[in-house]
């Protein structure tokens, strides 16, 4: 059963709470159901210390408690997404559900965690051409960005059509043999261009976009912050044209 503890999204609102648990508990007397869990989600646990998570988490406690008195014994009891596990212990209950920081990423909007998180995913691409540029060129669509010097332009084969975001049009991070470079110009579709200066970037070699910070990479925080949006986008958009490896315990 899940209780609206003050997200106003999915759940028995409080006022509806004790309707819905009687009615439960009076379909499990009758041998219809079993009711195995009661459950809300919290608005704001990305701002550990805000007032609403005592006051979220204070409501569901009620709900259980209203749950417990009309003889419901549920084994799962539970409110906390990654915002919670990660920074507040009153939230916990009986389990979490985590949701980004299974990513690695970090769901506190200054890119910072209490508890270390490691980026479970990397995204790679073959850098498909490169090509030496003379000063002055127009790159990509509305030719926003222009050649200062003779160059070289590395081509990407990414674009918004596998998720990568528009939005991060002259901005989105990317590493190429050890040195990082931002994208040059618009995303289009299914690409879209560095400017490489002089280093020795050769078609087929490895473009990261986002994965690990200790490994030198961009990470998806970067992204996110590239794009004006939030980690959790950077890694669920990503469409059906980027294959997936699975490697560690996940391979096995
Ligand atoms: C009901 C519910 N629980 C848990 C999560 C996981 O949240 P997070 O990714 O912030 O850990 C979500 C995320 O959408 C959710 O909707």
Same mark, same amino acid.
């Given at each position: 059963l899940k209780v609206d503890?003050?997200?106003?999204?999915?759940?028995?609102?409080?006022?509806?709470?004790?309707?819905?648990?009687?009615?439960?508990?009076?379909?499990?007397?009758?041998?219809h159901l079993d009711v195995t869990g009661v459950w809300s989600h919290l608005a704001r646990s990305n701002e550990p210390g805000h007032p609403s998570i005592a006051a979220q988490t204070a409501t569901f406690d009620a709900a259980v408690a209203y749950a417990n008195s009309a003889g419901l014994e549920p084994c799962h009891v539970h409110l906390a997404n990654s915002g919670g596990a990660l920074a507040s212990p009153d939230t916990w209950f009986t389990m979490v559900r985590p949701g980004i920081a299974i990513y690695g990423v970090t769901p506190f909007p200054d890119g910072a965690s209490p508890v270390e998180l490691v980026p479970a995913m990397t995204l790679r691409a073959t850098v498909a051409l490169a090509k030496r540029a003379p000063a002055g060129l127009g790159v990509s669509y509305g030719h926003t960005y222009t050649t200062e010097r003779e160059t070289?332009?590395?081509?990407?084969?990414?674009?918004?059509g596998d998720g990568i975001p528009r939005?991060?049009?002259?901005?989105?991070?990317?590493? =190429? !043999?050890g040195q990082r470079f931002r994208i040059a110009g618009r995303v289009c579709m299914d690409q879209f261009v560095l400017d490489v200066g002089d280093a020795a970037v050769h078609a087929g070699d490895v473009a990261v976009l986002f994965g690990r910070a200790d490994r030198g990479e961009p990470t998806a925080y970067d992204w996110a912050v590239a794009a004006d949006t939030i980690g959790y986008e950077i890694v669920t958009r990503l469409g059906a044209r980027v294959s997936r490896?699975? =490697? !560690?315990?996940?391979?096995?």
């Open positions: 503890s003050g997200l106003g999204r999915g759940g028995a609102l409080p006022g509806d709470w004790q309707r819905l648990v009687d009615q439960a508990a009076a379909a499990q007397s009758a041998g070289t332009l590395a081509l990407v084969p990414l674009g918004y939005h991060a049009s002259g901005r989105g991070p990317v590493l =190429v !043999g490896t699975y =490697v !560690g315990e996940v391979a096995r």
